[in-house]
């Protein structure tokens, strides 16, 4: 890919001034910063958060996360709630992608009551996970272009999105929360005719990633206002814990399906794409790489799926069923990176403590912070989506 | 993975040593200790990824437990490392001088279970909570369906029925244990 | 710094201690050099009551009724899950232009606010002063469980339990989420009520205005902005 | 930059030709999938009430609430789930824990309204527009299940080996296998109110859930202090009720008793149960009969600190336990365990003391303070039918009697039995097994006047029956015995075609053209007992109240209308073993009452 060098650089020699220690002295009543809230009522926020950014000009010379404003508390309401009555409530926490949260809570707890889920759940609960990453990444793929207002490319995504919410709603009978993981294995067969409907429907999201890579990858417009801009180092990917396609577009291959695969992912054949420009751009070609390659996988999934009638282990008695003391670590790929779910029992039928890792956690607050400093302030909204912040994921 | 862990062991006295899975293991570490440890599994034995930090409550045994998840993106293997502290007075050294984004995590535990990261960055603002004037929110001895009855105004006309109480009282409700 | 203390300490408008700093009252110099007073909260704000807007002509009315109907201006602002099924209901398969519904970035330009299910304490603060930010006549409309009785969170410690507690509700969609269909069944149903001109929420609200004032403030500990702002 | 980039978003242009994309009708053009999580239908004839839904739901969402005209019975708590939409996230888990498969969710999706108190009802009951819509989510059926729905395999002896002994032929469950069993409880409590002891069954199945028997001990010990009996031969009336059989089998309610029974030892009862040291006060009660009714009533009597004394005709106690039933079913040493529980709570029986005969019932009431009498049944009753009277032709009660005593009794080579409930079965199997002692081989052949659908006997005693190899031919009416030159020839019978007419009375038909006829050397009549008070001397008998079927009439404390004298136990209910305990325990509730002078015959 072709790089372009001519960035424009603004004259950093007068403001703001900075103390020994580099850190940009920022006096409010000099008149000569801004504050500026972005947020939560802001139509280029993700979600319901806050940026509270201090500018110099057009640039950010400070930024400060805010969130809460979606904290429900689910680590203190799974605490009351019984493992099978966690399954519903978990996947609440992330509304774009409920699945991860179903599949690693539905993990932790098989892991440490050690349940062997058959077969063809395993199959079943690995095509709902690339369903749901799908999904996401017709979202969010042409959603990094219209941010900066080439808004056409996700209205044929939302479009192509509709198409999978259907197949979900078939599979799984929900259309956004689809509680079809549950501790044990999954609820549902594949209906009849749902194969031949999905590889019709992934020929359509061929097509249309044609139709965005000359709309959007091979725009302009979008070129000028993405290549070399919002830079993620490679040497913070350790430091923040950057995960995902970020730490993919920097030159870290981190995959949680290749490097400890779970679920019947090392009988698929896919690798994850990798780059070094490590901007926006990247990022986006990153994702756009994951769509293709998520597309395949599901062929591959189809293809290779059992058609057991046993979907779900024999479990004890969900009413009461209590897990063995211990603690465990459980963790998927989601489209935005590495996410687990960190479950400490205490022996009764209650978890003692359920704590969530998602990667928005470290990425939308400790790194954006980080990225915003020196951005302009027409990229801050293209900077935040690229790193696909959730805020209901992050505060919980 | 063995080897490690003998080594730590031998240096950092853990115990409690839990092999979850095989590329996954526990260990408890002193409180004076951690950080040091932490510290060694990062720059000498390359568990440079840092997953999470969090804390569970042990009302009963009056402990916080905190625990730091490292992992090795070389080796493929993760190492959980609990520490207990007290849960009087709640502080333990802070860790954001290793990660920067340990401080989110301080942040948290500082607001949801009021442990304290002395030197942490911004570790007293708040960080989800606004205005919150109660005990920390993750606290076990917390009752949030209490809380949330009495600050919320459910709606009424709310009310079930235990079958068995109901067909006691309504088949033979003279009868007495 | 002294001088700006004592003032600090001289009269303190509110509970100091969740005082954002920007709200504070301090002391600015003007271009002419002189220095002067600030106090954010009864300089930039302005706390007038809201009024009661009776219908003047029963004619007029009912057209203006249509007309409010027709073109019904949502706010974006996603205060929970359900602004998930938001875009969907903008894209090309269900084309909520069609039934006169468009968003809006800014509440002084809309006149329906979604409440798109549970609301946090921190949200509702926000979602307040957004109402009432907004110009009469306005709407809400509740979606899911949440809005109703507490839905999935009834026992969380962070999120309200009843919307209508706080802000007037029009119209509730039931659902968790409500898929697309059922939020233009509840904009069909909206624009029923204000047809039929029973949707006063507006003027509801300033008619209660002490009752839900005092509901709000009950929750939302930290009060640091006037009792109304618009 | 290049050329290119300027030029290839124009492509977009081309998709200005594509046909609209726009749904025409969303309300009509879209309906939900055919596995679509909408709202909630119920099947109200189909719902019990069991409150599992509630039990899992985890929003609170669901309420049980009366509803009108559906009555609380056996089996069904009439009360129904109420649905507050101000809750539910239609995560549809109380579909899939429906015990009865009623509940299910419809595709229908769209519910809008100004009133937020809407949103609240009770599916099947509240009429709603989508109750008859036939798509949405059910209970995935045989695809996965919240509980096992099938029993633990309970171990029995091998028809084989049963064959000629008396050794106990059900082997008792083992830990893993009662916790497993006690697993599958749902905990909903229906069954308690069919107990007719109202045993608090939840809470010891829980026990033996979390392994904690003491516990469960003394929850059974609270309502009935003959564990070890019913945990072996209970008519287990709870299993029929039992939510899970709904849909699988239900729970071993009985076995799982047995199993905590079985785990406490003798030595450890007093302990276990904290009844080392009991006051005593200085008032008597004198108790007829030491069969269950009795030995409950003297079991809640000694624990209240009255003295009680039973007076047992018979040289052991135990009453129909010991002598109706045979040692295959219930073992003496386990019947032992619990009456010497019981007598070691200070618990006096005189043994071989007939009242009406060695002692009479006025001086009971002149020495003590009350009198329970639960002298049960144990007249066999006769069919009447002609031959009858032949020497040949025996009572069932009689015989089970005289094989619990040791003694030998008649057995020809060729026996038929009359009856068809458990006490039939339980000659039938003691006959064939001394038949197969005896003669090496089995012939008995056992008929009733029901047919097998409706026969009273518990289904796995006739097919246990079967297996060891005894004839079981239900559906015949006995007509005549041929004797021929004073010799027992066979029985004839004929089909039955019904037993009971349309108001619930016993009144069987026949088709007289079906005949059939049974040879045999032997009959034993098994068709019921009847109560034997010739004991109730004629100047007591005129204060008491009869009914027109010839019992006595009781109140609520089983207390007669001489009101120093309470009934209990078969003579009252019939002959089922969990009723006498229920009786006894009830009638010593009484007798405390009556004898702190708050209880009269009738209470206005």
């Known amino acids: ?396 | 993975m063995d080897k490690i862990i003998k080594d730590l062991t031998s240096r950092f006295k853990v115990t409690d040593y839990i092999q979850q899975r095989p590329n996954m293991a526990y260990v408890t570490v002193q409180k004076e200790l951690a950080i040091s440890l932490i510290t060694h599994m990062r720059d000498i034995e390359g568990f440079t990824h840092f997953v999470l930090l969090t804390a569970v409550d042990w009302i009963e045994d009056n402990l916080f437990q905190l625990t730091y998840i490292l992992n090795s993106p070389d080796k493929k293997v993760d190492l959980g490392i609990r520490v207990m502290i007290d849960r009087e007075n709640p502080t333990m050294d802070s860790a954001h001088h290793l990660w920067q984004q340990v401080a989110t995590y301080q942040r948290e535990l500082k607001e949801m279970f009021g442990i304290d990261f002395p030197g942490s960055p911004r570790v007293d603002e708040s960080f989800i909570l606004e205005g919150w004037d109660d005990i920390p929110p993750y606290r076990r001895d917390f009752d949030t369906l209490k809380y949330a009855e009495e600050t919320y105004f459910p709606r009424d006309g709310r009310g079930s029925n235990d079958p068995a109480e109901y067909m006691k009282k309504k088949l033979y409700p003279d009868e007495e244990k | 710094m002294s001088e700006e203390q004592n003032i600090n300490q001289n009269n303190e408008p509110k509970e100091d201690k969740f005082l954002a700093e920007e709200n504070k009252i301090r002391l600015v110099t003007g271009p002419d050099g002189k220095q002067f007073q600030v106090n954010p909260l009864d300089d930039y704000f302005c706390d007038k009551r809201p009024q009661v807007v009776a219908p003047k002509n029963k004619i007029i009315e009912k057209f203006l009724n249509w007309a409010r109907a027709e073109s019904l201006w949502v706010l974006g602002f996603g205060t929970g899950c359900g602004s998930i099924e938001i875009p969907p209901l903008l894209s090309p398969r269900f084309d909520a232009f069609r039934y006169g519904v468009q968003m809006r970035p800014t509440p002084r330009q809309s006149s329906v606010l979604i409440i798109s299910g549970y609301l946090a304490v921190k949200t509702l603060k926000r979602a307040i002063r957004t109402y009432e930010q907004m110009q009469s006549p306005k709407y809400v409309m509740a979606l899911g469980s949440c809005t109703i009785n507490g839905g999935m969170y009834y026992d969380s410690y962070n999120t309200i339990n009843r919307v209508d507690q706080y802000l007037p509700v029009d119209v509730y969609v039931a659902g968790c989420m409500p898929r697309p269909e059922a939020l233009l069944a509840g904009f069909v149903k909206l624009k029923e009520r204000i047809k039929a001109g029973n949707a006063e929420g507006a003027n509801e609200y300033a008619e209660k205005f002490d009752w839900y004032k005092a509901n709000q403030k009950k929750i939302i500990k930290n009060w640091n902005m006037p009792d109304y702002n618009w | 930059m290049s050329l290119k980039d300027l030029l290839t978003p124009f492509t977009a242009w081309k998709n200005v030709f594509e046909d609209s994309y726009v749904v025409k009708d969303p309300f009509n053009d879209r309906p939900g999938a055919d596995r679509y999580r909408g709202f909630h239908k119920n099947d109200i004839s189909e719902c019990i009430g069991c409150g599992t839904c509630e039990e899992i739901c985890e929003n609170k969402a669901i309420d049980l609430v009366p509803v009108e005209g559906i009555d609380t019975k056996d089996g069904d708590s009439g009360l129904r789930p109420r649905v507050d939409y101000g809750r539910c996230c239609w995560c549809a888990l109380c579909v899939d824990v429906c015990t009865t498969n009623s509940l299910s969710l419809s595709n229908e999706y769209t519910w809008v309204s100004e009133d937020p108190e809407d949103f609240r009802f009770i599916p099947g009951v509240d009429k709603k527009p989508w109750d008859d819509n036939e798509k949405g989510w059910k209970k995935p059926e045989g695809e996965y299940n919240f509980y096992e729905p099938e029993r633990v395999h309970m171990e029995h002896l091998e028809p084989e080996a049963r064959d000629n002994s008396f050794i106990e032929m059900v082997k008792g469950f083992s830990k893993e296998q009662a916790q497993k069993e006690a697993d599958r409880c749902v905990e909903c409590g229906i069954c308690v109110a069919t107990c007719p002891a109202h045993m608090g069954i939840p809470e010891y199945i829980k026990a033996v859930r979390q392994d904690d028997i003491e516990q469960g001990f003394k929850i059974l010990y609270e309502t009935n202090p003959l564990p070890e009996i019913c945990g072996r031969i209970c008519t287990h009336k709870c299993e029929t009720v039992c939510s899970v059989g709904h849909n699988g089998d239900p729970l071993s309610i009985r076995w799982l008793k047995r199993y905590i029974a079985d785990q406490v030892d003798s030595e450890d009862y007093k302990k276990v149960l904290g009844t080392e040291n009991i006051e005593k006060n200085d008032r008597k009660v004198a108790i007829i009969g030491a069969g269950p009714a009795g030995l409950s009533a003297a079991h809640y009597l000694a624990l209240a600190g009255y003295n009680c004394t039973i007076f047992e005709k018979l040289p052991e106690a135990g009453g129909m336990m010991r002598y109706g039933i045979p040692e295959y079913r219930l073992p003496y040493d386990q019947l032992d365990k619990d009456i010497n529980y019981i007598k070691s709570l200070g618990v006096e029986i005189k043994y071989n003391t007939s009242v009406g005969k060695d002692i009479l019932l006025n001086d009971l009431k002149r020495e003590y303070d009350a009198v329970f009498a639960g002298t049960g049944l144990h007249l066999g009753r006769s069919t009447r039918i002609p031959g009858t009277d032949h020497e040949q032709v025996y009572m069932a009660a009689d015989l089970l009697r005289e094989i619990s005593l040791g003694n030998e009794i008649p057995l020809a080579e060729k026996i038929v039995v009359i009856g068809g409930g458990n006490v039939a079965m339980d000659i039938t199997r003691s006959i064939a097994r001394l038949q197969n002692k005896k003669y090496g081989k089995v012939d008995v052949t056992a008929t009733s006047l029901e047919s097998e659908d409706i026969m009273p006997a518990d289904r796995e005693e006739v097919v246990e029956a079967r297996e060891e190899k005894a004839i079981v031919d239900p559906g015949w009416g006995p007509e005549k015995i041929e004797i021929e030159e004073g010799k027992l020839k066979g029985l004839h019978v004929k089909k039955c075609l019904s037993v009971f007419d349309e108001a619930g009375r016993f009144s069987p038909t026949f088709d007289e053209e079906n005949h059939k006829f049974f040879p045999a050397d032997m009959i034993v009549e098994s068709i019921g007992q009847g109560a034997d008070l010739s004991y109730i001397s004629d100047d007591i008998r005129d204060n008491i109240e009869f009914n027109e079927r010839g019992r006595m009439v009781v109140n609520e404390y089983f207390q007669s209308k001489a009101e120093w004298l309470f009934v209990g136990g078969d003579i009252i209910q019939g002959p089922d073993v969990i009723h006498g305990i229920a009786n006894g325990h009830q009638a010593a509730r009484g007798i405390d009452k009556y004898l702190n002078g708050d209880l009269k015959y009738k209470s206005e």
């Open chain 1, 1 to 396: 890919m072709k790089r372009n060098k001519l960035i424009w650089q603004p004259d950093r020699s007068k403001y703001p001034e900075h103390d020994s220690n580099g850190k940009p002295i920022v006096d409010l009543k000099s008149q000569k910063f801004t504050k500026l809230w972005q947020g939560p009522n802001h139509p280029g926020v993700t979600g319901n958060m806050s940026l509270e950014l201090t500018l110099s000009g057009d640039e950010v010379v400070e930024a400060k996360t805010h969130v809460g404003y979606l904290h429900r508390g689910f680590e203190k309401l799974m605490e009351r709630r019984t493992y099978m009555q966690c399954f519903p409530t978990s996947i609440r926490m992330c509304v774009a992608e409920p699945d991860s949260n179903e599949y690693v809570l539905s993990a932790a707890v098989e892991e440490l009551s050690g349940i062997e889920v058959p077969e063809t759940a395993q199959w079943l609960r690995m095509l709902a996970l690339e369903m749901a990453r799908l999904q996401v990444l017709l979202r969010v793929v042409p959603g990094i272009a219209s941010t900066l207002s080439l808004g056409l490319g996700s209205q044929w995504g939302m479009y192509m999105r509709e198409h999978i919410l259907d197949r979900f709603e078939e599979l799984t009978g929900g259309r956004i929360y689809h509680m079809y993981i549950l501790p044990g294995g999954v609820r549902g067969q594949l209906p009849d005719g749902f194969k031949k409907r999905m590889l019709e429907n992934l020929d359509m999201i061929d097509g249309f990633i044609k139709r965005i890579e000359d709309l959007i990858f091979s725009n302009n417009v979008f070129k000028k206002r993405t290549v070399g801009v919002g830079i993620l180092k490679p040497e913070w990917v350790d430091q923040f814990g950057v995960v995902g396609p970020p730490a993919r577009g920097a030159g870290f291959k981190r995959d949680v399906r290749k490097d400890y695969p779970y679920l019947k992912y090392n009988e698929i054949d896919f690798d994850p794409f990798m780059a070094t420009d490590s901007d926006i751009y990247t990022r986006a070609i990153v994702r756009k790489q994951d769509l293709i390659m998520t597309v395949d996988i599901i062929r591959q999934i189809l293809d290779k799926i059992p058609n057991d009638k046993e979907i779900r282990a024999k479990t004890p008695n969900v009413l009461h069923l209590e897990i063995p003391k211990g603690e465990v670590y459980a963790r998927s790929e989601s489209s935005r990176g590495e996410y687990g779910m960190y479950i400490v029992s205490d022996g009764s039928k209650y978890p003692r403590r359920v704590n969530l890792r998602g990667p928005s956690y470290t990425h939308a607050v400790a790194l954006l912070e980080k990225m915003l400093i020196n951005a302009n302030i027409s990229d801050v909204h293209a900077i935040m989506v690229s790193l696909q912040t959730c805020p209901p994921e992050i505060e919980r």
